[in-house]
Each structure stands twice: as C-alpha cells, then as structure tokens.
C-alpha cells in the first residue's frame, strides 16, 4: 500500500507542476495537487498508526 502511495505521490506532484508550468487553467494542475495532497495525508497517517512505541 505504502509503495502505490509513494508513486502516486510523485505522480500526482509531476501532473501538478507540469500542468502549472503549461498554462492550463488549473484543469491538469488541481487535480493533480489535490491527488498529490491526498497521498500525502494518506502516507502520514499511515505513518503514525504504525510508528513503533518505544
């Protein structure tokens, strides 16, 4: 699950700048920041329910 994450993760962070970088009227570039915001939250979340307890 974590390494599907971490690709679209890059993924959504490359759709997002290079749709920003051509122009587009937020049509490629919002959603892929928003995909990209989602994963992120999802990879911290994860990251927290499963840290070790010392």
Not at 20 to 25: D, F, L, Q, V
Not at 41 to 50: E, F, K, P, S
């Amino acid at each position: 699950m974590r390494i599907l994450l971490w690709i679209v993760l890059v993924v959504g962070v490359a759709v997002n700048i290079v749709g920003n970088a051509i122009g587009r009227n937020l049509a490629v570039g919002l959603p892929g920041g928003l995909v990209a915001a989602a994963c992120a939250a999802a990879l911290i979340t994860h990251h927290v329910r499963n840290r070790r307890r010392s």
